[in-house]
C-alpha cells in the first residue's frame, strides 16, 4: 500500500511539473486585454492617446514594453499618423505568490511536495503623440519601422489595425 501511495505522489509531482512546464509558455500575447491580460487604450486628444500593456507572470518586463510600443505604432497608423514621439512612459509590475502544495499517505508513509513560486505580471504604460510625416526638431519614431522590427522580433504576423 505504501508503494502505492509513493507511486501517486510521485506521479503527482509529475503532472505539476508538466503543467508548470506547459504554462512556462503562455506569455501574454499582442491582443486587446482580456483576462490573460494584453494592450488598452485611451484617446486623449485627434492625435495622442495612452496605450497600456499589462502582462502575465509568464511574459517579460521587455516584451511588455515591446508591444506597448508596437500597440502605440498601430494606433498611430489608425489615426492616420505615419511617425510618433512617446511623451511619458513608465514600467511597473504587479507582484504576487502561489502556493502549491502536493500530499500523499501510505500505511507508513507521508509525502509532502510543493511550495510557493513567486509571480511578478509587468505592465508598460505610454502616452504617445502621433504625427503625419516627420516633425520638425523632433526625434519621432517611425510607425512601419517599429511594426516591422518587433513583429519580425516576435514572430508576429501582421496585425488588422482597427481605427
Known amino acids: 500500500m505504501a508503494a502505492s501511495?509513493?507511486?501517486?505522489?510521485?506521479?503527482?509531482?509529475?503532472i505539476l511539473a508538466a503543467?508548470?512546464?506547459?504554462l512556462a509558455g503562455c506569455s501574454t500575447g499582442y491582443k486587446t486585454k482580456g483576462w490573460t491580460g494584453g494592450f488598452s487604450e485611451t484617446q486623449l486628444t485627434a492625435d495622442s492617446f495612452m496605450v497600456n500593456f499589462a502582462a502575465?507572470?509568464?511574459?517579460?518586463p521587455e516584451q511588455a514594453?515591446?508591444?506597448?510600443?508596437?500597440?502605440a505604432a498601430d494606433k498611430s497608423e489608425a489615426?492616420?499618423?505615419?511617425h510618433f514621439t512617446i511623451l511619458n512612459g513608465s514600467e511597473?509590475?504587479?507582484t504576487g505568490a502561489v502556493t502549491v502544495n502536493t500530499a500523499a499517505y501510505g500505511q507508513n508513509t507521508a509525502i509532502s511536495t510543493?511550495?510557493?513560486?513567486?509571480?511578478?505580471?509587468?505592465?508598460?504604460k505610454l502616452m504617445v503623440k502621433c504625427y503625419r510625416g516627420q516633425p520638425e526638431g523632433?526625434?519621432?519614431?517611425?510607425?512601419?519601422?517599429?511594426q516591422s522590427s518587433i513583429r519580425g522580433k516576435y514572430k508576429l504576423k501582421q496585425y488588422a489595425v482597427a481605427k
Open 5 to 14: 501511495s509513493l507511486g501517486n505522489a510521485m506521479r503527482n509531482v509529475v
Open 79 to 82: 489615426l492616420g499618423c505615419d
Open 65 to 71: 514594453s515591446d508591444f506597448a510600443i508596437l500597440r
Open 92 to 94: 511597473s509590475a504587479v
Open 56 to 60: 502575465n507572470a509568464y511574459t517579460s
Open 19 to 22: 503543467g508548470v512546464a506547459l
Open 114 to 124: 510543493g511550495g510557493v513560486f513567486p509571480m511578478v505580471k509587468p505592465n508598460s
Open 138 to 146: 523632433i526625434q519621432a519614431f517611425d510607425v512601419a519601422f517599429i
